[in-house]
């Protein structure tokens, strides 16, 4: 048996667990979850000698402001526009207080914590320091327990809360290990610390939280010709993605940009099958390969013939590498465990990095586009969903764009619905949605196909054979940027909802679409047909890239971004409207397309001439 461990805390009696030294304040609830996830359950009490490697994180200073500090860059009416930040004004401008610092400092010494102890980041984001389950537990006002998933995984966990004496709160944004659910790994006795990584199914979406949104099917691919556009209602090949969305450019300045795409665990391409599709579709790329950033140990493993691991990152580099220029490089941002949001930004970022010392913590090179295929739902801790969102928008500041896959189960998370209760319950319930795509910092990718018998030239429709991923936050408040659009379609569209199943007030997504069905890949030597919002959102990534090309290249910045800019009045002529079909999910049907943007294909997909000549003219 393989175990996977983690954290979690149930919130005790604070008065039984404080002890009876004075306190400067009282306990305050600063934390809690209303359920354990999915197929979890109570198994035993924490060994009180287990070692916690617990980090405190800091409430950073100026973090009220970053939305306003961001629409000053990317807004197109701004005069600031296109004028990112450096990694040192983000650092300067974010840097928790002094006082925040000393308070938590002081009361952890005065808790009988020995000052050399506690470790500081270098920029003081954070505190970290080793402490037994007890001390945790005293320090916290909790109760941890050990937790046992129902295929015999372990996790040492706090299901309800934890507590911060009042004068401490409101200097900390989170503590962790307490109600995440991450891959932190404890030291000690009574639980297991090794990862499995095989499975990226619902039974490891259930487990880790985290999901490919490419679940759909694979069917076996036709001869095809490389240049042929007469079947690409069954077959959609590179030239099919070019007619579609009329993308034909001639990289400039390959050389000054950059793509990252984002893979997680033992998730890696075959480079046997990178050669045979590059030799069909893209010539001058056979024997080309993504240039690694191993991230928190990851590595390539370019042989492997897993359909499971394999499929994703072939997927990826195919459609990335295929759409452009043998001289523009792609990297590939290989993160070794499959923690997924908080590896990535620690390894962008060390002001967000929490393993002080470890050999991820620190910056790993920036491109200026990241796709990104892998989720989770919106059932974590809400500090940290915030948290991590805020972190992606600090690095949008210095002008990187994140693309991510909306999802392939609608307004659910992988098939998984709310009861009422707030628990997660398979395939009808209450909607859930998908994160990180609800960060209003990244740009949400939905799907859409050629219908049957259509050619490139026609309209597309809303992927019919998967629901593509869409829906409204239950965290984040809707930005103020696609509140125009979203209150129009809401006030048009008649939703047989009551407040309970969505929240329409909320961060809608996705933002646009691109084609993500019966898509021509390459998996383990064979030719086959595949697809998904993990197609979707490389496939707009690559034209991100080509933008940045024609504008780097008149000596203009990279995008960034750009969320404010393609709901503004400048982008209105840009997007090919789609208004055929839906995205059901949780016993409903979802929500329909309709003119103007939809939670299914958000504005719609992009006119590449259109899109390249509306950021060209931006300053």
């Not at 394999?310 to 590498?321: P, R, S, T, Y």
């Not at 646009?512 to 496939?539: K, L, M, R």
């Not at 990279?558 to 393609?566: H, L, S, T």
Request: net charge negative.
């Amino acid at each position: 048996m393989v175990f996977l461990s983690s954290f979690f805390c149930l919130a005790g009696a604070v008065v039984s667990v404080l002890g009876s030294e004075p306190q400067l304040s009282p306990h305050v609830l600063h934390e809690h979850r209303r359920s354990l996830p999915s197929g979890w359950s109570l198994h035993r009490r924490a060994d009180p000698e287990t070692t916690l490697p617990l980090s405190i994180a800091l409430v950073q200073s100026n973090i009220d402001s970053l939305e306003e500090y961001l629409l000053d860059i990317a807004d197109p009416d701004s005069p600031n526009y296109g004028k990112h930040w450096t990694p040192a004004q983000v650092r300067d401008t974010f840097r928790p207080s002094q006082e925040s610092i000393d308070v938590v400092h002081a009361w952890l010494t005065t808790d009988g914590v020995h000052p050399e102890r506690v470790q500081f980041s270098p920029d003081g984001m954070h505190l970290r320091v080793n402490v037994s389950v007890s001390e945790a537990e005293r320090l916290l006002a909790t109760e941890y327990y050990v937790y046992q998933h129902e295929d015999g995984a372990e996790h040492l966990a706090c299901q309800h809360g934890y507590h911060l004496p009042e004068h401490v709160s409101r200097h900390v944004e989170l503590v962790k290990p307490t109600i995440q659910f991450t891959s932190a790994k404890p030291s000690g006795p009574g639980v297991s610390t090794s990862i499995k990584r095989s499975d990226l199914g619902r039974m490891r979406a259930r487990r880790s939280g985290v999901h490919k949104p490419s679940g759909v099917p694979t069917h076996p691919a036709k001869a095809v010709e490389g240049n042929s556009l007469d079947h690409c209602d069954e077959q959609v090949t590179l030239d099919c993605l070019r007619a579609l969305y009329d993308f034909y450019y001639d990289l400039q300045v390959p050389d000054q940009n950059s793509i990252g795409v984002v893979e997680l665990g033992a998730q890696n391409y075959n480079g046997h099958d990178l050669d045979l599709f590059f030799k069909k579709f893209n010539e001058g790329r056979v024997n080309d390969r993504p240039k690694l950033i191993s991230i928190d140990g990851g590595k390539e493993n370019v042989t492997q013939t897993d359909d499971d691991l394999i499929g994703e990152a072939n997927l990826d580099f195919e459609l990335v590498m295929g759409l452009l220029d043998v001289a523009q490089p792609v990297y590939l941002y290989q993160i070794g465990r499959d923690g997924f949001v908080d590896d990535l930004l620690s390894a962008f970022d060390t002001q967000y990095c929490i393993d002080i010392g470890t050999k991820h913590c620190k910056d790993k090179p920036h491109t200026n586009v990241v796709s990104i295929s892998y989720g989770t739902g919106e059932d974590g801790p809400h500090n940290e969903m915030i948290r991590q969102c805020n972190e992606m928008g600090k690095v949008a500041l210095t002008g990187v764009t994140f693309v991510y896959a909306s999802g392939d189960n609608g307004p659910s998370n992988a098939g998984e619905c709310f009861a009422a209760n707030g628990t997660e319950v398979d395939d009808v319930g209450n909607f859930f949605p998908d994160f990180p795509g609800t960060c209003q910092y990244l740009t949400a990718v939905g799907s859409t196909q050629i219908n049957t018998g259509s050619s490139p030239y026609d309209p597309e429709s809303a992927t019919a054979d998967f629901a593509s991923g869409g829906g409204f936050s239950n965290v984040f408040a809707r930005p103020r940027f696609q509140e125009r659009h979203v209150a129009r379609y809401l006030k048009n569209v008649e939703l047989p909802y009551g407040p309970n199943v969505f929240n329409r007030t909320g961060r809608a997504y996705p933002d646009v679409a691109a084609n993500g069905w019966n898509i021509t890949v390459v998996a383990d030597g064979e030719f086959s047909t595949s697809g998904g919002t993990s197609a979707s959102a490389p496939i707009f990534a690559a034209m991100l890239v080509a933008v940045n090309d024609a504008r780097i290249a008149v000596g203009k910045s990279p995008v960034g971004w750009i969320n404010p800019a393609i709901y503004s009045h400048w982008f209105a002529s840009v997007w090919n409207d789609i208004t055929d079909g839906s995205n059901p999910a949780c016993g409903t049907d979802g929500f329909p397309t309709a003119p103007g943007w939809d939670p299914v294909t958000g504005l719609g997909t992009p006119n590449f001439p259109r899109m390249l000549a509306r950021f060209l003219a931006l300053p």
